[in-house]
T-cell receptor, first 113, second 111 residues
C-alpha cells in the first residue's frame, strides 16, 4: 500500500511558540491531504482538508489562524500550530488517499508546557 | 447524515479465540468501507478496504464483510493473538467523499 510519513512523532513546546508538523506522501502524489486531531480515548476529528496549490478547507469550529495549513507540493502538507497553548496538546494525524483508500501518517504527539 | 457505530466499545478475549467486531452505518450510499488498527499513541494502519460493490475481503487471519443494504460490516479475526490487541476503527467513504468514523472497539487479547 501507499505510505504516508509524518514528522515529528513527538514534540514538546513552550506556551506561545509555534510548531510545524509535516506530512508527506512517499510513493504517490496527493492533491488532497487531511488533518485530524484525536483526543484521548476518542475517535478522530477532522480538522481540515489540505488542497495542493489552494487554501485549505477548515471544519466548523477549527480556527484557521490558529492551525495554519500549507500544501505547497503534491507530496507535502504542513500544519503549523501557532501561539500554542496547553489546550492544543493533542495527537495530530494526517492522511492522504490513493485510489479512494485512506492512508495515515504515524501521528504527532504535541505537548504544550 | 451518515453515522457509523461500532459495537462493542471494548472486548477482552483469551488468546486463540475467533472473534467478530461489528460496524454499522446509517446510509448505504457509500463508496467503500475501511477497517483500521490503531496501537496506543500511534497512527492508523489500514487493514482491509471493501469497495461498495464487494461483499468481503480477506488478509491473513482477517476477514471483513460488507452488507451494504443492511448497513453492516464485520471484521472477523481468527485465532487471536496478544499482538492483535489494539483499537479497531471502521470508516465509510460517504457520498460526499468524506470519511465518517466509528468510535472504535478496543480489543484486548489475554495470553
Amino acid at each position: 500500500g501507499a505510505v504516508v510519513s509524518q514528522h515529528p512523532s513527538r514534540v514538546i513546546c513552550k506556551s506561545g511558540t509555534s510548531v510545524k508538523i509535516e506530512c508527506r506522501s512517499l510513493d504517490f502524489q496527493a492533491t488532497t491531504m487531511f488533518w485530524y486531531r484525536q483526543f484521548p480515548k476518542q475517535s478522530l476529528m477532522l480538522m481540515a482538508t489540505s488542497n495542493e496549490g489552494s487554501k485549505a478547507t477548515y471544519e466548523q469550529g477549527v480556527e484557521k489562524d490558529k492551525f495554519l495549513i500549507n500544501h505547497a507540493s503534491l507530496t507535502l502538507s504542513t500544519l503549523t500550530v501557532t501561539s500554542a497553548h496547553p489546550e492544543d496538546s493533542s495527537f495530530y494525524i494526517c492522511s492522504a488517499r490513493w485510489a479512494a483508500e485512506a492512508f495515515f501518517g504515524q501521528g504527532t504527539r504535541l505537548t504544550v508546557v | 447524515k451518515q453515522e457509523v457505530t461500532q459495537i462493542p466499545a471494548a472486548l477482552s478475549v483469551p488468546e486463540g479465540e475467533n472473534l467478530v467486531l461489528n460496524c454499522s452505518f446509517t446510509d448505504s450510499a457509500i463508496y467503500n468501507l475501511q477497517w483500521f488498527r490503531q496501537d496506543p499513541g500511534k497512527g492508523l494502519t489500514s487493514l482491509l478496504l471493501i469497495q461498495s460493490s464487494q461483499r468481503e475481503q480477506t488478509s491473513g487471519r482477517l476477514n471483513a464483510s460488507l452488507d451494504k443494504s443492511s448497513g453492516r460490516s464485520t471484521l472477523y479475526i481468527a485465532a487471536s493473538q496478544p499482538g492483535d490487541s489494539a483499537t479497531y476503527l471502521c470508516a465509510v467513504l460517504d457520498s460526499n467523499y468524506q470519511l465518517i468514523w466509528g468510535a472504535g472497539t478496543k480489543l484486548i487479547i489475554k495470553p
